[in-house]
């Protein structure tokens, strides 16, 4: 069983690899058995397609990236104000090539695996979900009274996404702010506009934590 589980990361970790480097429409099984050292046998043993191979590394990607973003919420200065959560978020993100792939539904790494009906990677939660969440953290006292949920969702979910396509194009340019910079200018901006003089960051960790035990 241990040895199985060694093969199985051991594919994912060279899925990755091959993932980033030429994208999902030229990766081949064969490259990744190959990669992995290990026959293609073995790689169909654990993946019964390239689809399935990559609905695992993405949902490998996400599960480490949820105990990361955890771990860095504690560390924020007000942890389960909104402004925590997307600056813990975005650090675990802009700093993982894979993640912000993930984030930016990056055509040039997933290819048609984005047009695939069987594919199981999540999309973007919406604004409706975020939405439902943002009341729930106004009830927990991290969100002012008097702010317009349903606006603000929509808002922040295209912020995320241009923030995370910013990050993903100007990484590397002399010209560019960094992609903490970026970050850091966001999560201000979400941070003066619905958080309270004093939030109850511990009633909101507890919403956290308890959606996270639901999962």
């Known amino acids: 069983m241990v040895d199985s589980s060694r093969r199985r990361d051991a594919l994912l ?7 980033l480097g030429r994208g999902y429409d030229k990766l081949t099984m064969v490259d990744v058995a190959e990669a992995a050292d290990l026959s293609r046998t073995i ?5 019964a397609s390239k689809r399935e191979l990559v609905d695992a590394v ?16 504690r560390d924020e200065p007000t942890p389960g104000t909104p402004a925590s959560i997307y600056r813990a978020g975005f650090r675990v993100v802009a700093r993982d090539p ?4 993930i984030a930016t539904r990056d055509r ?8 695939d009906p069987a594919a199981t990677m999540p999309g ?3 604004p409706g979900f975020l939405g439902d969440f943002l009341a729930l ?3 927990a006292g991290v969100i002012r009274d008097g702010v317009d949920l349903p606006s603000v969702a929509v808002v922040l979910e295209a912020l995320t996404a241009a923030i995370m396509t910013a990050i993903q194009q100007h990484q590397g340019r002399p010209d560019s702010p960094s992609p ?31 959606l996270f035990d639901r999962r």
């Open 124 to 126: 973007p939660a919406g």
């Open 43 to 47: 790689v169909y043993r654990h993946f």
């Open 13 to 19: 970790d060279a899925a990755v690899v091959l993932l």
């Open 180 to 210: 903490e910079a970026l970050i850091d200018t966001v999560t201000e901006m979400i941070d003066r506009m619905l958080t309270p003089d004093e939030p109850d960051t511990a009633a909101a960790l507890a919403l956290l934590d308890g």
């Open 137 to 139: 953290q106004q009830q």
């Open 108 to 115: 040039d790494v997933f290819g048609r695996y984005l047009r």
């Open 58 to 73: 993405a949902a490998r990607a996400l599960a480490d990236y949820a105990v990361r973003w955890r771990r860095g919420l």
């Open 98 to 101: 894979l993640l912000t792939a």
